[in-house]
């Protein structure tokens, strides 16, 4: 299963994560981190959901920054249930840029909003 924990990311990531989470606490955005690494395995049978297996399309690519370690994905909270409108990532798109890091709501395919990277 899936790692949540930002611990598993690697070293150049965590002040990474840390001005992001500080940043999202200032700004009053909720949120919860739902991936941090991954397995090549996982990311293949991510991978094949909408394609090989049933289930919506959820990933892009077989090659991941998750099975690198390099990458954190998060959800949204408001009214204490989760927002996927892309719309309710902006705020964290331009804190996690400020953080330092690459946002997937830059992606010029596929845009991935919830969605943070090592540059």
Not at 35 to 57: H, M, S, V
Not at 90 to 115: C, M, S, T, V
Request: contains cysteine.
């Amino acid at each position: 299963m899936a790692s949540r924990d930002p611990l598993q990311l690697v070293p150049e990531m965590l002040p990474l994560f840390s001005d992001f989470r500080n940043g999202m606490l200032e700004a009053g955005v909720d949120f919860i981190v739902t991936c941090t690494y991954r397995t090549q395995d996982e990311q293949d049978a991510l991978f094949g959901q909408g394609r090989t297996k049933p289930g919506p399309i959820v990933t892009w690519t077989r090659k991941s920054r998750h099975t690198e370690r390099k990458a954190f994905d998060i959800a949204i909270v408001k009214d204490g249930k989760i927002a996927w409108n892309p719309e309710e990532y902006l705020k964290a798109g331009e804190i996690g840029i400020k953080a330092g890091l690459q946002w997937g709501g830059n992606f010029a395919r596929n845009k991935d909003y919830p969605h943070f990277e090592l540059k």
